[in-house]
């Protein structure tokens, strides 16, 4: 079974940029799909950006053309880049890889805090 671990999160002033870095304890080469969630308080969880094993990437329209997504499967780590933060996206951060038919793995998160 696969472990991820979040790292990066903190608090940042609106307007400011973090990085949140995911690593996996073996290969993610071989999932799907590998992808950021949110969830903020009294909120659902949010798909927030995955990328495909192709490549191809998907983001929420909240963070278009703010936040990015790479996946780095020779350090079997996928980050999410984010800028231009803003207090609406103050939430915990998880990070899931899976299959399209099979598994899903969750880490335990990440808190981002956003100052305004």
């Known amino acids: 079974q696969v472990q991820l671990v979040e790292s990066g999160g903190g608090l940042v002033q609106a307007g400011g940029s973090l990085r949140l870095s995911c690593a996996a304890s073996e290969s993610i080469f071989s999932f799907d799909v590998v992808g950021w969630y949110r969830q903020g308080p009294g909120k659902q969880r949010e798909l927030v950006a995955n990328v495909l094993k192709g490549g191809s990437t998907n983001y929420a329209d909240s963070v278009k053309g703010r936040f990015t997504i790479s996946r780095d499967n020779a350090k079997n780590t996928v980050y999410l880049q984010m800028a231009s933060l803003k207090p609406e996206d103050a939430a915990v951060y998880y990070c899931?890889?899976?299959?399209?038919?099979?598994?899903?793995?969750w880490g335990q998160g990440t808190q981002v805090i956003v100052s305004s």
């Open positions: 899931n890889v899976k299959y399209f038919i099979g598994r899903s793995y």
